[in-house]
């Protein structure tokens, strides 16, 4: 098992870490980088008017966590939190002292399934975000009638793929992809040259969500497994099946 990992900062590192231990290659070759230092931090005003704060991912309680810190706002208690997934809603309820519910599966469709966000109209949804993304969260909780703001915690900063690092990947021959957003796949396939593009797509394709499963489908990706959810521990145990599966294949 040959396996490159994009996604950023130390969670990508430690799921190296985790395939290593297995006894496989990771490479890790992240396609962003998280900024914390936003050039228009927010005040406790943006926060005051909340009924419901929704974290979508580890990056956003980190900068949310920088942000309080650094101008020492004051959380407001008052409120209902929420995390996309279990880690996010752990590191959320540790910074506000509450308790924070998630869904079962970490994505947006099962996050919009929560009871929480089941009468929302007339209440004032913040989701905590970096510069883009979590659209379909905004979309439909103003379609229920919520009044929907984002506030940028952190930026994600995309870094540009060179000629050398696809032909590291070749040489390695990687036979497996780790990709966590539609964000990053989609980048991927825009900095990956067309001479390139072929063999992009017969890799393995992991990806954490049936809405990023389906728009890999749709991008020429023919071997794509949903993992159900971005936490490590939820990537891993699903590359432990594929190789299990593998070995299996190997001994018949």
Known sequence: MRVLVTRPESQGAELCNLIRQMGGYAL???LINIDYNLPAPFTYDRLLPADIIIAVSQYAVKGLRQQVDNQQLIIPK???????????????????QQNVNYPAVSDSEHLLALPELVNVANKHVIILRGNGGRELIHEQLTKLGADVEYLEVYRRCYQPLNDDAIAAWRHAHLDIIVVTSGEQLEYLLSQVPESEQTWLRQRTLLVPSERIATLAMTQGFHNVINTQGASNSTLFAALQRLETGLN?????
């Open 248 to 252: 299996n294949d190997e001994q018949k």
């Open 78 to 96: 008052p409120c209902i939190y929420l995390g996309v997934g279990q880690k996010t809603a752990h590191e959320l309820s540790k910074l506000v």
């Open 28 to 30: 890790h070759h992240p």
